[in-house]
């Protein structure tokens, strides 16, 4: 295997990992902080993450960044803030 595969397989395996950290993540409401310690949806983290969530393969990373957005407009102040 010379190194251009290598680093190919490295970026697909590093990949795969990522995604599927951030689909385990996933829940009814969105994107968690984390599926153990911080089972809660953050505004910051939910738009970070959903860069992420767009370029997974998996179909489920926009149906879990669209519950984000609308987990959080659900619960926008009238003033606009965002939990």
């Known amino acids: 295997m ?6 190919t ?9 990522a995604e599927a ?7 009814e409401l969105g994107i968690l902080g984390s599926s153990h310690a911080y089972q809660q949806l953050w505004g910051r ?7 992420g969530l767009w370029l997974c393969q998996d179909v489920q990373g926009r149906a879990i960044d669209g ?11 009238a003033l606009g803030k965002i939990p």
Do not use: Y
Not at 67 to 77: A, I, V, Y
């Open 2 to 7: 010379n190194q251009t595969d290598l680093k």
């Open 9 to 17: 397989d490295l970026i697909g395996e590093a990949r795969a990992r």
């Open 21 to 27: 950290i951030l689909i385990a993540n996933g829940s």
């Open 45 to 51: 983290d939910s738009m970070i993450c959903g860069v």
């Open 67 to 77: 519950r984000s957005l609308e987990t959080l407009r659900k619960f926008q102040s």
